[in-house]
Structures are given as structure tokens and as C-alpha cells.
């Protein structure tokens, strides 16, 4: 985990990761949210709407800019304020992706910070784009 200080970050400064979306992640999510579409529970369904498989739940893409804010960029003195999120591609289960925050805007006196998020698979296509904005709470 990292631990930026607001003094540590500037503008361009880059952090990334890696991950890979599974089965396990796709049922923990279920669990938690209760989100039954069949877009994401059957493949049938999936295929049916012209999909090779169940598309992963977006939001569960989404939600590793948490781990982009609260572990690498700035990490341990991360504290969310806003996300926005476009997403520009499905993913689906076995996808690898790389998710990439730059930092676009380094606010020393209000100890805040706006990141560049992207999110790409193993293509290198971009499936997801944002906008993480989180102050640094590092006194």
C-alpha cells in the first residue's frame, strides 16, 4: 500500500494494477448487491443479446478505482469524495485489466486530488474511463 503525502503527488504522476476478473468475483458481487439480471447470471441470455458470455457487472469494474484510490494512488490517506464513471466496452469473465490513474490535478492547499482514471483489458481496449476525486488526509 502506498502512502502519498498531498506533498509527495504531482500532476502526471501515474500508479497502476492489475486484476483479473473471475467467477468469485461475480458471485461475491451478486451476493452483495442482489443484482439478478440475467445479462450477468446466464449465459444464455448473454448470448441471446449478442454477447460470448455473461458481461461482468460494470459497477464491479467500476469499484476497482476504490482500489486505485485507496491502495496506489495516493492509497493510505485516500479519502473518496467523488467517481465518475463512463464505461466504454463490456468485460467479461477472464478478462485481465489494467487499471491506470493519473494524477490531473494536485490541490496542495486544499490537500486535494483529481485523477485520471483507465481501465483496459488484455486487447488494450478501453473499457472503462473516469474521474476519481479524493482528499488526502495525511495530518
Partial sequence: MNEYRITDLSAGQQESFTVTVTEDMMAKFRAIT???NPLHVSDDFAKEKGFPQRVAYGMLTASLI???????????????????????????????????????KVDRDLRYLEIKVTIRNQRNEKVLRGLLKAGVMDE
Fill in 34 to 36: 442482489g443484482d439478478i
Fill in 66 to 104: 476504490s482500489t486505485l484510490g485507496g491502495v496506489y494512488l495516493p492509497g493510505k490517506y485516500c479519502l473518496i469524495q467523488g467517481v465518475e464513471v463512463r464505461f466504454a466496452k463490456p468485460v467479461f469473465i477472464g478478462d485481465v485489466l489494467e487499471v491506470t490513474g493519473e494524477a490531473v
